[in-house]
DNA sequence: AGCACGCCGACT
DNA sequence: GTCGGCGTGCTC
């Protein structure tokens, strides 16, 4: 078994296939499955995964592995197994489906070196930028204006090699420590040498006799009031030693959780649970759908089945989307199970997301509470994976490996014989339409713990506003609500569900919108900066004073960005107070936090945000809430569109009213008889599934079909319509007849970063050949890919047809 | 992907 | 002869 199979970090569809290497003699005892390898690789060096050994290769001439990255395995059998049923499922590369369930510092960076060979002078001009030094970073080579022939000639004369380095991105973390480096007697004989004035010293060397244990060097510091240089003459008489020891970085070490123990659960509660509690006592897989209203108790149920699996000694994962990883979030599984638990969140700095990652490595902790990609955290023995708002559409991920954590969630849960929690007030119709098909089993929830009622809920029609001479974006009645809200020192949240519209710039004597000259989508207007930028490319351009068609001045920014709004509300009502929630103001690192903190603090009246104040916040004194445009989402080219216009108003509408005070929510329109926002109005989401279900079964969508999307792009159009059109062939030709192969047709944004984009969908019920044929369709342009730069993208089972 | 190799054409 | 620009094929 002296030979490794090893995936290689080559992101090439030719490379996705093992390569053995020899394993040399001093790695034959460590080196196992999972680890991570150095192999040589044509000329170069590059890192790999070993997913198996063996005796015997087919393969003539192997290698030898060059070194090994890791003491214990990165990637458990299980996750080795995960990954390529993982790259199988979504047509993705083996490396890539690896890399994508490890912290991205274990991904490893490569570098180049020229060395110097000779003693001998090199030309004239190697000579000057190798400056005299003998090793030579590459960039420094390319940066100059040397051609590369000469280097050529110096490495084929043998005076000059390439040296390919295989770096590491990950740092640790340490701290320095301090303690006696003498037998008790030494130290006490020096503590009577001391002179009486070296007082500092005395303490020090006191302590010491007192304390055999290592301290922290800094808070020792800190507590004898003393500084490095006392430290230092002890040390260099040797009676003292410092040295650095690693430790892990702990994002929410200051952070003091107040802890909590298991509330008493309602009758409801209690009738959700028993089944739960049962599977995890029986060791058995099974799907639960929860489906609680906002209140209802959802995460205790989590909590206290999570108990039981802690108390079987197994471990469990909980996601939550990305925007509710808050810190209220964190305070509810830190405050049960104390250190007990690793968070991860995109939020954390590299190296803490390594740290957490590490703790759960090492068995350090029992549970991960996380965002999508901790669904592939390297635990063995897990008993529960709950997945917290169900719904939401960062489960799946949109670059490669496109998945669905969901998916992940229960292919993992049936290999650990675990039971698998889908909770939400709004399921997916393809969650529910499983529990009702008997695949999940439901759980419902609808009474909230506090016996509260839902708020009420007013549908403001925008339309009548227009013609009652109102053009601004606040109807009267929410005008009026929002006074009346503060008059009683009460709290307002006002939702501007941005998709759909934004700012955008046009010019009011000629129409003329101003475009990414790289991509079909109108500029937006950034104010702060007063530029305008393509959300997809990043391309920016200063605000025109006059048209660039007509040249007239009269070119403004229209729409309704959470800016507009801002100032709108402050002109119509100049006395509020007003808090700003966008990409904007919360990119910065705790900005996020540092704003929900002054809302609860009150030190404003009204939240103003997009989505990301809809979910998870809860403000004890907040009884109103408005969503300024319902609509604004309906009108997106998405098959998904009214059920999350259904799932949004849901959510904003459970913000209002939480705790003592009545609770009221404005929602205004222009399409109030929109079934989605009627259905969310009442709080009726069994009427909105079976609408909404006979509408994708019209229009023969999920639940009602599986989709495959292909997407092809180029930077010439008729190339990229044609390519398109012959995989729409190959499809049709062989696929069953209930199948629907449809295209080319343009994607929504028809032309990105100078690339024309055109997809194919395929609409199926039945197609178990399906990947492979797709797979095979691709790898007939694999030579165009390669050569024309043509990019083809598949994702089975798209959320977004962009 | 990223690298070497080899062929070709342009330039001195 | 000298130099640089692609196209091609390979990587255990």
Not at 126 to 147: C, N, Q, W
Not at 440 to 459: G, H, S
């Amino acid at each position: 078994m002296n030979i490794a199979s090893v995936i290689v970090d080559v992101p090439a569809s030719s490379i996705n296939q093992t390569f053995d290497y020899k394993i040399p003699e001093r790695f034959q005892d460590v080196l196992e499955s999972g680890m991570r390898v150095i192999v040589p690789f044509g000329p170069r060096k590059i890192m790999g995964f070993v997913v198996g050994r063996k005796a015997k290769s087919a393969f003539k001439g192997l290698k030898n592995i060059t070194e090994v990255l890791d003491i214990t395995p990165v990637l458990t059998p299980e996750l080795l197994g995960l990954g390529k049923w993982l790259a199988d499922e979504t047509l993705s590369l083996y490396i890539t489906s690896f890399q994508a369930m490890l912290p991205q510092v274990l991904k490893s960076q490569y570098k180049k070196e020229l060395v110097k060979m000779t003693e001998a002078d090199l030309s004239h001009e190697l000579e000057m930028v190798f400056a005299g030094r003998d090793i030579l970073p590459y960039e420094e080579f390319t940066g100059s204006e040397i051609s590369y022939y000469q280097l050529q000639k110096a490495i084929h004369d043998g005076d000059v090699a390439v040296n390919y380095l295989v770096k590491s991105k990950i740092t640790k973390k340490h701290v320095t420590m301090i303690k006696s480096s003498c037998p008790m007697h030494l130290l006490e004989e020096a503590y009577n040498d001391l002179s009486k004035k070296a007082k500092k010293q005395r303490e020090i060397v006191a302590f010491f006799i007192e304390n055999s244990e290592p301290v922290e060097l800094q808070k020792f510091m800190n507590e004898m009031q003393t500084t490095r240089s006392t430290i230092k003459i002890l040390q260099d008489r040797k009676l003292v030693t410092t040295y650095k020891v690693e430790v892990l970085r702990n994002p929410y070490n200051d952070t003091k959780f107040e802890s909590t123990i298991p509330l008493r659960l309602t009758d409801q509660q209690q009738q959700a649970i028993t089944p739960i509690k049962q599977k995890i006592a029986a060791n058995e897989h099974d799907v639960f759908l929860v489906h609680g209203v906002t209140g209802s108790g959802k995460t205790e149920i989590y909590l206290q089945a999570i108990q039981d699996v802690i108390n079987k000694g197994k471990e469990a994962i909980v996601l939550v989307p990305e925007i509710s990883l808050t810190p209220q979030m964190v305070r509810r599984f830190k405050g049960r199970f104390g250190s007990n638990v690793a968070v991860m969140h995109s939020a954390l700095s590299s190296g803490e997301k390594y740290d957490e990652w590490r703790r759960i490595h090492r068995k350090e902790v029992q549970v991960v509470v996380g965002a999508r990609s901790a669904i592939f955290a390297p635990f063995e023995n897990l008993g529960i994976i709950i997945i917290d708002e169900e719904h939401e559409t960062s489960y799946k991920q949109e670059d490669q490996p496109r998945y669905h954590a969901r998916d992940v969630a229960i292919h993992r849960g049936e290999h650990h014989h675990c039971p698998v929690i889908l909770g939400s007030a709004t399921p997916t119709l393809e969650s529910y339409a499983r529990a009702q098909k008997g695949v999940y089993q439901l759980a419902a929830l609808d009474k909230r713990t506090n016996e509260k009622a839902m708020p009420k809920v007013e549908i403001v029609d925008m339309r009548n506003e227009l013609h009652a001479g109102n053009r601004t974006m606040f109807s009267r009645s929410l005008k009026d609500k929002i006074e009346q809200s503060m008059e009683r020192k009460e709290q307002i949240v006002l939702l501007l569900n941005r998709r759909g519209y934004s700012t955008f710039v046009m010019c009011r004597d000629c129409g003329h919108v101003k475009e990414c000259p790289h991509c079909d989508i109108a500029l937006t207007y950034h104010k702060n900066s007063n530029q305008l930028k393509c959300h997809y490319c990043s391309y920016e351009e200063p605000m025109p004073l006059n048209c660039p068609e007509c040249n007239s001045d009269l070119i403004r920014y229209f729409g309704t960005g959470t800016q507009r709004v801002e100032e709108s509300l402050t002109q119509l009502i100049p006395e509020a107070r007003v808090i700003r929630m966008d990409v904007d103001t919360t990119r910065r690192k705790g900005a996020h936090e540092k704003l929900l903190n002054q809302f609860a603090n009150k030190e404003a009246d009204i939240l103003l945000g997009t989505q990301m104040i809809a979910k998870g916040l809860d403000f004890e004194n907040v009884t109103l809430v408005g969503v300024l445009t319902a609509d604004s989402m309906l009108h997106l080219p998405d098959f998904r569109s009214s059920e999350k216009t259904f799932q949004l108003l849901t959510q904003v509408s459970g913000r209002a009213g939480r705790h003592e005070l009545p609770g009221e929510v404005i929602v205004q329109t222009y399409t109030p008889d929109h079934y989605s926002i009627e259905l969310a109005s009442v709080y009726d989401y069994n009427q909105f599934y079976l609408r909404e279900m006979a509408m994708r079964k019209t229009f023969n969508y999920p639940p009602y079909v599986f989709l495959a999307l292909v997407t092809v792009s180029h930077q010439n159009q008729i190339k990229a319509v044609q390519i398109t059109q012959k995989i729409v062939r190959m499809l049709v030709n062989h696929v069953g007849e209930d199948t629907v192969v449809l295209g080319p047709t343009p994607s929504p944004i028809a032309r990105m970063k100078d690339r024309y984009r055109y997809q194919c969908m395929v609409k199926y019920k039945n197609e178990p050949k399906l990947r492979a044929l797709i797979k095979k369709i691709i790898q007939q342009f694999d030579d165009e890919v390669r050569k024309e730069d043509l990019l083809i993208t598949v994702d089975m089972q798209p959320y977004q047809l962009m």
